[in-house]
DNA sequence: TTGAAAGCGGTACCAG
DNA sequence: CTGGTACCGCTTTCAA
C-alpha cells in the first residue's frame, strides 16, 4: 500500500505538503498547481490514509464502542440500534460493536479501552463500576453511556428503565379488576436483562399478587404452560413481550379457554403480531428516543464533556388496551 | 494515561523489557524477578496498550469489517449475524460495523481501506468491483468474502442465493395445481436485496404466471390488497417472508376469503407467527450455516489466503407444506 | 538477561 | 508557500 511519502515522491513534494493538500489545511495557503500535482499523483497510486497511524498521532479516536451481546432483544429495540450507528456514522463516528459475552465489568473496560474510544454506549450487559468508567475516561473516553436501569457513577446516565414496562401491564391488569397475575418470563438465556425488571415492575404495583411463569419461546412450551392453566387460578397474563403473549394466547384459545372472559393477555412493545388473532392483543407500547436524538447527545457530550451530567430518561411506557383484557 | 514508557521507568526496567514480558514472549529470556516487577507497575498504573499503535508498528490489524445497511432483514439473518460476530469475536478479531448506506462501491472501498481490515465481509448492499477488491487486498485485506447473489472477480464468494427460495415456493405452488401465482413485493426500502432475487426465482419456474404484487407492512396495505383480491383471479400466493404472509392472510381471512380452498398463501423464513393463525402457514425453510462456521472460514482465509478459492453454497432453501397451501 | 534505537504512517510546528 | 523534522506508542532487531 503506498504511503503518504510515495505521493510525495511522485509529486515531487514534501510529505507535509501532501498532508495539507489532502486535509484542505486552512491554515496554510498551497499554491494551485501544487494541490493538483498532489491530488493527482494520490489518485495515481490510489493512495488511502492509514487511519491507525492517524489516531496516533492526533491522540484521539473517532470510535464509539457498542458492546454487544448476541441477544434476540425484540424489533422496536434493534431498530433503535440500528437507527443509532447510522447517526453515528453520519457525524463522521466509526462504530465497533464488541462482543462481550462473558467478560466481567474489568475485562471488559480493559479490553474496550485498548481501542481508545472517545465514547462508550453500554446497553447494561456488563456490570460496570465506578473504577471501569474511571478506566475507560482515562483512556480517552469523553462520554461514557449506560443505559441500564442503574446508574453507575461517573458516567452519563441515559436511563432505559424497563421495570417501567412492568408497571404499566400490571396497573392496566389491576385497574380492569384482576389481582392475581401470572407474568411470563422467559426462560431463553440472556433475556434477562429486559425480562427482570419488567417483573420487578409488575411486583411493585399495589394490589397485585405476582405469579412468576417460566416458559420458552415455542409452542411446546405454551401448550404446556396453557396445559395446566385452569390450576394456576390466575384470571390475568403479562406475557414479557408480544411474542411470548401471542405464542401463549394461541395455546389458552386451543386448550379452549376464552380471551378476555376467561383469562386477560397483556403484551408488550407493540409489535404488528399482536394484531393477527382475534382478539387483539392488549399491549405496553414503548417510546423509544429516536437513534438520532441518542446520537446527537453523544456527540455534544464528547464535544462539551462537561456540560451534559443530568439524568436523561429515554423511555415513556403506556398501557394500550385492544381486546384481549 | 500511562503508556509502556511510564511502566518501564516505574519498573526500573527499559521500555522493551515491558515489552516482552507483557506479551509473554517467548524468543527472549527474562528472569522472573524483573517479570514480576513489570507486571506490577502496570497493574499499579492501570496500564492499557494502545491498539492503534500495535498494529501500526504490526503492519496488519485484527479488523474484521462488516458493512451494514440499517434494513430489518428479518430473525435467521439477523442471528446469524449476530452469531458470525460472537464467533470472530473468540477468535480475536475486532468486528467493525461499517454503516454503507448511499456509498457508491468506490467511496465504500476507501472508506472500508482506511481501518486497514483483515477481512471484509460483504452481505451485498454494497455492488463492489473487482478494482474495489483490488483496492482492499492492497490495503491489507486478506479475505474479502461476497455473499450476494453474484460473484466478485478477486473475491471469496460464499453465495447465498434468495433466489432459490422464490424458486422452492413457487415450484411448491407449481406442484399443487397452481398456476396464476402472485407475488408480495414489500414496498420499504432496502429489502429488494432479498425480495428481489426471489421474485426473480418464482419467475423462473417453468408453468408459472407471476405477478407482482406491492405491499407495505401495515395492516392497512394488507388490507387494500385483500379488498382487491377477487379482481385479481389468483388462486395462490408467495408472500416474501412469513411477516407479510401472515399480514396478507388475516386480511385475506377478514375478507371472507377461505384459505387455502379459495388462496393458497405461502411464506419463507418459518418464523414462529405462521403458526399463530389456522390455518397453519406453508413456508420456505431457510438452512443458514452457522455463524461459527463462517468465522472459521473467514479465520483460514486469513491465515492462508491462497488455500480457499472455490465458491461456496451456503444457503438451502425447502419448501414446508403446513395447511395454508 | 537487558537496553538502545529504528521505524510503522501521519500531522503540525518552525524555518526558510 | 513549502520543506525539514519531531513525535504519537509500541515492537523488535542488534549490541552489550
Avoid: C
Avoid at 48 to 58: E, I, K, N, Q, T
Avoid at 284 to 295: F, K, N, T, W, Y
Amino acid at each position: 500500500m503506498p504511503t503518504s511519502a510515495d505521493v510525495a515522491r511522485l509529486a515531487g513534494v514534501s510529505r507535509a505538503t501532501v498532508s495539507y493538500v489532502l486535509n484542505n489545511a486552512e491554515a496554510v495557503r498551497i499554491s494551485e498547481p501544487t494541490r493538483r500535482k498532489v491530488r493527482q499523483a494520490a489518485e495515481e497510486l490510489g493512495y488511502v490514509p492509514h487511519a491507525a497511524a492517524r489516531s496516533l498521532r492526533a491522540g484521539h479516536t473517532r470510535i464509539v464502542l457498542l458492546p454487544t451481546s448476541h441477544v434476540p432483544i425484540g424489533p422496536p429495540y434493534s431498530a433503535f440500534l440500528s437507527e443509532l450507528q447510522w447517526s453515528l456514522r453520519r457525524l463522521d463516528y466509526t462504530v465497533v460493536e464488541y462482543g462481550s459475552l462473558g467478560l466481567s465489568g474489568d475485562e471488559a473496560a480493559r479490553a474496550w479501552a485498548e481501542l481508545r474510544p472517545v465514547a462508550v454506549i453500554s446497553l447494561g450487559e456488563i456490570a460496570l463500576s465506578a473504577h471501569n468508567v474511571a478506566t475507560l475516561k482515562r483512556a480517552g473516553a469523553r462520554a461514557v453511556i449506560t443505559m441500564g436501569p442503574a446508574g453507575v457513577p461517573g458516567a452519563h446516565p441515559l436511563v432505559m428503565d424497563q421495570s417501567e414496562v412492568g408497571v404499566r401491564a400490571a396497573a392496566h391488569l389491576v385497574e380492569r379488576g384482576h389481582r392475581r397475575i401470572g407474568v411470563v418470563v422467559p426462560e431463553d438465556e440472556g433475556l434477562e436483562l429486559f425480562s427482570a425488571p419488567r417483573l420487578e415492575g409488575a411486583r411493585s404495583v399495589a394490589d397485585a399478587v405476582i405469579e412468576p411463569l417460566p416458559m420458552a419461546y415455542s409452542e411446546e412450551s405454551a401448550a404446556a404452560l396453557a396445559a395446566r392453566w385452569r390450576s394456576l387460578g390466575l384470571g390475568a397474563v403479562f406475557a414479557y413481550n408480544d411474542e411470548y403473549a401471542m405464542l401463549l394466547m394461541r395455546a389458552l384459545l386451543d386448550e379452549g379457554l376464552r380471551v378476555p372472559e376467561d383469562v386477560a393477555v397483556m403484551g408488550a412493545d407493540d409489535l404488528l403480531i399482536g394484531r393477527l388473532l382475534r382478539p387483539r392483543l392488549s399491549t405496553v407500547q414503548i417510546e423509544l428516543p429516536s437513534g438520532d436524538h441518542l446520537a446527537e447527545l453523544v456527540d455534544r457530550a464528547v464535544r462539551e464533556p462537561s456540560e451534559i451530567t443530568q439524568r436523561h430518561d429515554l423511555m415513556a411506557a403506556v398501557a394500550v388496551r385492544r381486546e384481549s383484557t
